[in-house]
């Protein structure tokens, strides 16, 4: 017996898998509103192994509105982004950002990126979602890159949200909350289990600035961090009902939100491959499967929210 095998047969004889059904199914109690909400779940193709084509196949099949993705830089690879969209009628989210350390280079190529997301596609993206800045950068050379996006938000119609994560502008809460504070046109793409690896615990010490953040949010990632890490090995696991539980109070805010103000919410699965999950010693083998996981929070999201 291998490995992975050995882990899976321990885990069944154990009696957790019964645990897991036990727990999926309390998450997935219907939250009930007054009015129905605008929602559009989209799939990552961060760690599928293929093309765009079989990607987008794989994610039309299991009942996704669409994907986000990094913009294609080339024109041959926008090509095939839109034709591989057109076939099988899905959306577009575009992340975009820069990697570079030096201020001005980052600057550059983050504002082209911006526009040509927002420009250059043969298909209106449905919002563009920003890696912001650098954790070690100014707070005006930060502000710098919200107010680009806002003025071509503004121009374009598409809404640009900056993404609270580990190592960009709005990787922490209280610095996020001063960012918010200051520039009453930011959006945020909620990613908080960034928060609770950064802040090492389920954020219970900084309610208000939770709270102020929520009411910013106009889309969410929904992968599910803990105290000592940005994701969860298996959210169906029961050792993990209290991290679920907090996520889920905290999309609910913004689904409140997004219900009485009448707004589209955008949702992204984006539980990660090795080394966001966690692999067997050795062998490298993940200790569940992306995929499934990805699937089973869309449909948990859906029966939640849409019910």
């Known amino acids: 017996m291998n490995r992975r095998n050995f882990v899976s047969a321990a885990i069944a004889s154990a009696g957790v898998i019964s ?45 996704y509105d669409g994907t986000e993705m990094w913009w294609p830089g080339s024109k041959e690879r926008q090509a095939e982004l839109l034709t591989a969209l057109k076939k099988y009628d899905l959306q577009i989210g575009f992340l975009c950002g820069s990697a570079s350390v030096d201020y001005p280079v980052h600057l550059d190529g983050f504002k082209k990126s911006i526009i040509a997301a927002t420009t250059e596609f043969g298909q209106k993206p449905v919002y563009i979602n920003c890696h912001s800045g650098k954790d070690f950068f100014t707070y005006d050379q930060n502000k ?27 990787f922490a809460a209280h610095i996020t909350r001063n960012f918010i504070e200051k520039n009453p046109g930011l959006k945020l793409t909620l990613d908080i289990s960034h928060w609770c690896n950064v802040h090492e615990s389920l954020l219970q010490d900084q309610e208000e600035t939770v709270k102020l953040a929520l009411s910013r949010v106009g889309h969410i990632h929904s992968r599910i961090g803990h105290e000592e890490g940005p994701q969860v090995s298996d959210p169906r696991a029961p050792e993990w009902e209290a991290a679920v539980k907090a996520h889920l109070s905290w999309w609910d805010k913004v689904v409140e939100h997004k219900v009485k103000s009448g707004e589209r919410l955008t949702v992204l699965t984006e539980f990660g491959p090795p080394n966001y999950l966690p692999t067997l010693p050795y062998t490298k083998q993940p200790v569940a499967d992306q995929w499934v996981i990805n699937v089973y929070m869309m449909k948990m999201l859906r029966e939640r929210y849409l019910k």
């Open 19 to 63: 645990g897991i059904d036990a727990v999926a199914a309390k998450q997935a109690a219907p939250f009930q509103f007054d009015n129905k909400l605008s929602l559009k779940i989209f799939g990552t193709n961060w760690g599928f192994v293929g093309n765009t084509d079989a990607f987008c196949a794989a994610i039309k099949k299991e009942g």
């Open 144 to 170: 710098a890159l919200i107010d680009h996006t806002t003025e071509i938000s503004a121009k374009s119609g598409i809404p640009i949200y900056h993404e609270t994560h580990r190592g960009r502008m709005l």
